[in-house]
Structures are given as C-alpha cells and as structure tokens.
C-alpha cells in the first residue's frame, strides 16, 4: 500500500522559510514523478512544482519560482520542498504527490497524479 506522509508545515512569519518533506512508504521514488500542490483557503489546487524520477528536470509555477526549490533523496525515498521569503499569501495546506506524468509536461492537473499525502498546514502570519 502507498503511502505519502508530509511533514514541516508550520506558523512561520513573512520573510521567513520552512522546508517541507514528503516520505514515501510502499513504493520507490526512482519510478515516480513527485509533485506538490497547495490548496488556500475558499480555493482550487495548485500545481506549484514538480521533479523527475530521475531528478534531472523540475519545474516551478511562476507563483513560487525563485522562491521554492524542490528536492528529491531516493535512498531516503524522501522528497523536499524548500520555501523561502514566505508571503502572507503562500497559507495553505501543501500535499505532496506520485505519478508517472513526466515532470517536463508540466502536470499541474491534480487529476495526472495517482498518489497523495494528506497534507502539512503551512501559515504565514505576523
């Protein structure tokens, strides 16, 4: 069974950083493109970064790019996601995500993904 456990969300205040992991359980990282997505509140999910199997290509919506950095450890099965500069608008719930879209197409369609986690609360508040 597959499993996806996020973790470092937190109450962070503008300007600061967390860094996010997702652990994957029952499955190899080596297969998978691995993606993350945040959903605000009253709003749709957002397909904000991804990276290959290979960790050769990764990609950043504009809404994070400079700013977040995406990481994968296969030995760990673990991934990253690196944010910095945190804005009040970044609040959300971030989820990590598995699937075999490569990451060079861009998926940002929550349904091109086949495995999620539950989700890490990230706040950014003063």
């Known amino acids: 069974q597959v499993q996806l456990v996020e973790s470092g969300g937190d109450l962070v205040q503008p300007g600061g950083s967390l860094r996010l992991s997702c652990t994957a359980l029952?499955?190899?990282?080596?297969?998978?493109?691995m993606g993350w997505f945040r959903q605000g509140p009253g709003k749709e999910r957002e397909g904000i970064s991804c990276?290959?199997?290979?960790?050769?290509?990764?990609y950043y919506a504009e809404s994070v790019k400079g700013r977040f950095t995406i990481a994968k450890d296969n030995a760990k099965n673990t991934g990253y996601l690196q944010m910095n500069n945190l804005e009040l608008e970044v609040t959300a719930v971030y989820f990590c995500a598995l699937g075999v879209v490569p990451c060079s197409y861009h998926p940002t369609d929550a349904h091109e993904w086949h495995h999620w986690g539950r989700g890490t609360q990230v706040t950014v508040s003063s």
């Open positions: 029952g499955v190899s990282l080596d297969y998978y493109t």
């Open positions: 990276i290959s199997d290979s960790d050769s290509y990764s």
